[in-house]
Structures are given as structure tokens and as C-alpha cells.
Nanobody, 116 residues
């Protein structure tokens, strides 16, 4: 059974940093691209970042480029998102995601709130 479990969210002041983790099980993590998405209240879920299976390729939404860094540890089956210089508009529930066997898999999400 596939599981994705996000953690590391919380309340942080503008300009602060957080590191999100997504622990996975039930599939071959090292063979799959992984993604972070986020959903703010009243908004649609949006793409944040992507990383290739072997970490050679990343891409980011323009709104987070230069502030967020996606990474993965294939030995630990874990995905990360380092978020620096956080802004109030980064407030959202953050989800990790992968797509294989013709369907998308999602975690339960972790809340990030950026506020003074």
C-alpha cells in the first residue's frame, strides 16, 4: 500500500525558514519523479516543485524560484522541501505527490502559516 506522509509545517514569521519532509513507502521511490504542491484557502491546488528520480533535474513555480529547494534521499525514501525567505503568500497546506500506475498519489498535507 502506498503511503506519503508530510511533516515539518508550522507557524513562521516572514523571512523565516522551514524544511518539509515527505516519508514514503509502498512503491519504488527511487524510480519515480516527485512533486510538491500547495493549496491556500479558497484557492486551487498549485504546483510548487518537481524533482527527477535521480535528482539531476529540478523545476519550480516562478513564485518560489530562488527561495525553495526540493531534494530527495533515495536511501531513506524521503522527499524534502527547504523553504527560505518565506512570505505571507506562501501560507498553504503543502502536499507531496507522485504519479505512477496511471494514478496520482497524495499525502495528507502539512500546514504552513507565514505570519507576524
Amino acid at each position: 500500500q502506498v503511503h506519503l506522509v508530510e511533516s515539518g509545517g508550522g507557524l513562521v514569521q516572514p523571512g523565516g525558514s522551514l524544511r518539509l519532509s515527505c516519508a514514503t513507502s509502498g512503491f519504488t521511490f527511487s524510480a519515480n519523479a516527485m512533486y510538491w504542491y500547495r493549496q491556500a484557502p479558497g484557492m486551487e491546488r498549485e504546483f510548487v516543485a518537481h524533482i527527477s528520480p535521480t535528482t539531476n533535474y529540478h523545476n519550480y513555480a516562478d513564485s518560489v524560484k530562488g527561495r525553495f529547494t526540493i531534494s530527495r534521499d533515495n536511501a531513506k525514501n524521503t522527499l524534502y522541501l527547504q523553504m527560505d525567505n518565506l512570505k505571507p503568500e506562501d501560507t498553504a497546506v503543502y502536499y507531496c505527490n507522485s504519479y505512477f500506475l496511471h494514478r496520482a498519489y497524495w499525502g495528507q498535507g502539512t500546514q504552513v502559516t507565514v505570519s507576524s
